[in-house]
């Protein structure tokens, strides 16, 4: 089966050579990181003078700029390798390995977190361990680790099932799948009490199935499955049916002293208060304190406050232009492996930027989830440039719509021509 | 090999189901931040613009040290350590932290239970902690403990003048004494900051509505107490006390020049900084103002003043004394018989010889009863004159109008009249007695006593009289004679005073009222008088000694505090001594 695929590539790079990457990737990343870093600078020093108020620590005005700022920096690098040196072939072959690893990670955190307590390595809040804590640096998510060994592993594999047309089979592919969801809802969801990032997990997965090509009953089936899973998680959970309580009892007076509502409130608060233009940069007051996480999972609606109505369509808009321009590499992209990586990575991308910007809208329940990009913090942060490295990698592999079409086989210059419009071929290609 | 992979491609798919959710958040966001901006400017708003309030300072106290005032009550700023046990994570070491800082400032209770206490998120965990001690603790950065600034009052001189003072409650209110009467010019006007506050009600910079007004703050007041002289005027009561055994005492020093009060003081006493450790409430009056009472035979000065100044005595006058006198159904004994015969008015003062003095009430009548007449001039002098039973307008709290029954009334009768004269039958504060006595001895100008000198401004007394001065009281020449009447009173009981000065005094010894009945057994030691030089009498002093089921007297009880202190008032004074 394997080599059965690595036919295919090969015959795929006979006919597509590699060819300049996409740049355009790389724009829009760049502005809504730079819109980040903006955003972070602006309200980190209330942000250590609340954490000074209220712990008696003694954080610096610059504390969270330049910890955003490594971030950042670490993430570039871990583009440029991702983009460059780590290739995806390679990275292929050790998915299987990866995905082990993920489920180990998680496997470990839950034996430290909830079995022995060992609070020096883990980082635990009402019952979740979430974080493996790496003294000196930082705070480590493994379930992003493990949301990557999913999104390559079945890159790999779902691509096999696609080139020998099983993608449908109960089998082969469907049951495989399914139990590697099942592993991973364990931990994300039951151990780690994480429904937004097993949501992600399960939009990762099912843009892959939907571009593998699942049939419309299978798919139907499988979302209707989900919904009814999602209900009982959601009923057994009392911490997600306050908020879904809250959700649907509207939040107006939320005076209350649940923290959900309180949440949503001043979510709503700092988006609705920011109107057209926003109250400029550094004018936040809800940041003061007022909106919980306002530094990471909140930070769409201070970017609300700041920037107002035309900031954020602004930055939806990048975020539409990035996830349409993966969506349109994808397309051509005739290796099936690169295929599926592209739809994975936007649903990842996709998923958070929705679940967050929906809950911080009110439009849906809240959901602890990042903004990619924006919020502060380095582990996603920086499996964000990962994914977006290796789809940077993808697109020196595509190939224009008239070859995929036609299959041809001999080469001339327009295997060369990279997405969109034609170029000439001497020019500053590869 | 063939290459149609877009077949199985959806990428349409995920882009109208990613379109369609943009959309749909655009909407929401035109909604929230176009339709309903206004909707939640007013949530923002009221959550986050705060009224703070700026505190005053509280106008500090200060006494004379001689002309120079020195501070009495001063300001001090002291933190309040709370804990908000919601975000405490280590309670062992806050506990320890805080009591290796500032044991003594720690509230009273457990300590880790008040931490587990979850349902709030402010716990106090020690009080008027003082500003390095909140650094050490502020320093090992406990997550959950934080400060609150506190201004405190603060006593130089620990008890001394508590009860003309009084103190400041917790609710930063005056209690007793110049702090209550005048708390609203020590209070000052707080002052107001509208602005956006942290979730901590912190202030930020930021925002265009922010409003800010200065406080203003209270008047720092001037007493015209004397440190020195109160200090030596508390210090000779006590000592007046121990050796009498009398349990309670009270003394004034007042210049009768100017009605102000140099020293006011009773016993027991507290102390302002520990008022929260009072038992009892009558430790904080002041009684030489609140108290009014019967202050006996210290009147008869009054009487002889109101005979010579109504010309119907002289010093020398006689009358015909025969031990008792019956006025209506009531007979009015002496207490030293045998002087029976004709005597003059000098010796009747001397010995304190009630007859005497009801023969003067009669004289100011027809020579014989004590008519409605006599009855209205006396009331006439006591009361509208001198001051009895009507309020001196002084600034402490709480003062006692006392009761002088005006003849007009059914009470006001000839046979209570009869008892006023030598100083019975009427209540009166030793602040009115002190007034009215000044104003007999000082040649006839009544000045309404005062303890408020001015106020302190960038390092100045700015000086303010509200008294009320009133001349001709009675004649300078009646002044005069009465003046030198009580100074032979006093040199015919005592040779104790430092020769060459001019000191007299009345003593007075009352039976004192409970439940409106005379308690046998149970009588007020009282002494009343002045010193100084024969042109000018420097000092007024009144004492008053009480116990329960004692019997004090005002020459052996009263008299030696009232000497102690007038010979050291002498000195302070450094008036040249006369021949």
Not at chain 1, 250 to 269: F, L
Not at chain 2, 524 to 547: A, P, R
Request: hydrophobic residues 40%; neutral net charge; contains cysteine.
């Amino acid at each position: 089966m394997v080599e059965r695929a690595r036919r295919t590539v090969s015959a795929a790079r006979e006919l597509v050579r590699k060819h300049r990457p996409d740049y355009r990737l790389i724009s829009y990343t760049a502005v809504l990181v730079v819109i980040g870093l903006i955003i972070i600078f602006a309200i980190g020093p209330q942000r250590a003078n609340l954490l000074n108020e209220t712990f008696g620590s003694s954080l610096g005005d610059s504390y969270f700029i330049l910890r955003q700022t490594m971030s950042v920096l670490i993430a570039m690098g871990a583009f440029i390798a991702f983009a460059f040196f780590f290739k995806f072939d390679w990275i292929l072959k050790h998915s299987g390995k990866i995905l082990l690893a993920g489920f180990g990670a998680s496997a470990l955190l839950a034996l430290f977190g909830n079995v022995f307590h060992v609070e020096a390595i883990t980082q635990c809040a009402l019952g979740a361990c979430r974080w493996f804590v790496i003294p000196g640096i930082g705070t480590l998510q493994p379930s992003e680790f493990l949301k990557f060994g999913v999104l390559i592993f079945l890159a790999g594999f779902l691509a096999a099932r696609m080139r020998s047309g099983e993608i449908n089979s109960r089998d082969k592919t469907l049951i495989p799948v399914a139990a590697i969801l099942a592993v991973c809802a364990f931990f994300i969801v039951i151990l780690q009490k994480d429904l937004g990032t097993g949501v992600a997990l399960i939009a990762i997965v099912a843009s892959m199935m939907t571009v593998a090509g699942i049939s419309p009953r299978i798919g139907a089936f499988a979302a209707a499955g989900l919904v009814v899973l999602g209900v009982v998680t959601i009923v057994i959970a009392p911490h997600r049916m306050e908020r879904m309580m809250t959700f649907l009892s509207g939040d107006e007076a939320a005076t209350a002293v649940d923290g959900g509502a309180y949440h949503i409130t001043h979510a709503k608060i700092a988006i609705g208060s920011g109107g057209l233009f926003g109250l400029g940069i550094g004018n936040s007051v809800q940041a003061a304190g007022y909106l919980p996480e306002a530094i990471n999972d909140s930070v769409f609606a201070i970017l609300g406050e700041t920037f107002g109505f035309l900031g954020l369509v602004f930055i939806l808009g990048m975020f539409y232009l990035l996830l349409r321009r993966i969506l349109k590499i994808m397309d051509h992209l005739p290796d099936e492996r690169y295929k599926l990586l592209a739809a994975g990575v936007f649903g990842w991308i996709g998923s958070h930027v929705i679940i967050n910007v929906a809950a911080m809208t009110g439009l849906m329940p809240l959901t602890g989830i990042t903004l990619p990009l924006l919020s502060f913090g380095g582990t996603s942060m920086v499996f964000i440039a990962v994914i977006l490295g290796l789809v940077f990698q993808a697109s020196q592999y595509t190939a224009h719509r008239s070859d995929l079409k036609k299959g041809k086989k001999d080469e001339d210059s327009r295997s060369r021509r990279r997405v969109g419009r034609t170029r000439y071929a001497g020019r500053r290609s590869i | 090999m063939k290459l149609d992979l877009l077949k199985g491609s959806r990428s349409q798919f995920l882009v109208i189901l990613l379109t369609g959710v943009m959309i749909l958040i655009v909407v929401r966001l035109f909604w929230l931040q176009i339709v309903q901006h206004d909707h939640y400017t007013a949530l923002a708003n009221r959550e986050q613009m705060k009224h703070l309030v700026i505190p005053a300072n509280r106008g500090m106290i200060y006494a004379l040290d001689g002309t120079t005032p020195a501070p009495l009550v001063m300001n001090q700023q002291v933190y309040t350590v709370f804990a908000d046990p919601t975000v405490v994570t280590k309670h062992q070491e806050v506990e320890q932290v805080v009591r290796e800082v500032a044991a003594g400032e720690m509230v009273d209770g457990d300590i880790q239970e008040m931490l587990q206490d979850t349902s709030t998120q402010y716990k106090v965990l020690a009080r008027n902690v003082s500003l390095r001690q909140a650094e050490l603790i502020r320093e090992k950065k406990l997550s959950g403990v934080g400060f609150q600034q506190v201004s405190k009052r603060v006593y130089t001189e620990g008890q001394l003048a508590s009860q003309t003072l009084g103190f400041v409650n917790n609710e930063n209110k005056g209690q007793y004494g110049v702090e209550e009467r005048l708390n609203d010019r020590l209070t000052g006007t707080d002052g107001v900051l509208k602005s956006v506050t942290d979730v901590a009600n912190v202030p930020l910079s930021i925002g265009k509505n922010n409003i800010r007004q200065d406080p203003v703050d209270g008047e720092s007041l001037v007493l015209t107490l004397d440190l020195n002289i109160q200090s030596k005027a508390e210090q000779v009561l006590a000592a007046g006390l121990e050796r009498s055994g009398a349990t309670d005492g009270s003394i004034m020093v007042m210049d009768p020049n100017t009605g102000q009060i140099k020293a006011m003081a009773s016993l027991p006493t507290y102390k302002p900084e520990e008022f929260t450790k009072v038992q009892d409430a009558k430790q904080f009056v002041n009684r030489t103002v609140s108290e009014p009472y019967e202050p006996g035979s210290v009147l008869k000065t009054f009487t002889v003043a109101t005979g010579i100044d109504m010309g119907v005595i002289t010093p020398d006058a006689t009358f015909y004394n025969t031990d008792s006198v019956r006025i209506e159904d009531r007979t009015i004994g002496n207490v030293v018989k045998g002087l029976t015969g004709n005597i003059s008015m000098q010796t009747a003062l001397n010995n304190s010889l009630n007859t005497g003095m009801v023969n003067i009430a009669q004289r100011l009548g027809n020579g014989e009863y004590i008519t409605k007449g006599a009855r209205d001039t006396m009331y006439e002098y006591f009361h509208n004159r001198f001051g009895l039973g009507e309020l001196t307008g002084i600034q402490v709290t709480n003062e006692q109008r006392g009761t002088v029954i005006s003849p007009d009334e059914a009470e006001g009768n000839a046979v209570r009249y009869s008892n006023m004269a030598f100083g019975q039958g009427l209540n009166v504060t030793m602040v009115q007695v002190c007034a009215g006595f000044s104003s007999i001895i000082n040649g006839g100008t009544y000045h309404s006593p005062s303890v408020i000198a001015g106020t302190y401004e960038d390092g100045q007394i700015r000086k303010e009289d509200n008294a009320t001065h009133r001349k001709g009281v009675i004649s300078t020449e009646a002044s005069q004679q009465t003046r030198e009447m009580i100074y032979k009173a006093r040199n015919g009981f005592t040779s104790d005073d430092k020769p060459g000065y001019y000191v007299g005094g009345k003593t007075g010894t009352a039976q004192t009222i409970e439940n409106g009945q005379y308690v046998m057994n149970q009588t007020d030691g009282t002494y009343l008088g002045f010193g100084g030089t024969k042109s000018e009498s420097k000092y007024v002093i009144m004492v008053q000694v009480s116990g329960k089921g004692m019997n004090l007297e005002g020459n052996r009880h009263a008299m030696p505090i009232f000497t102690d202190l007038s010979n050291w008032l002498l000195e302070y004074y450094q008036l040249q001594p006369g021949e």
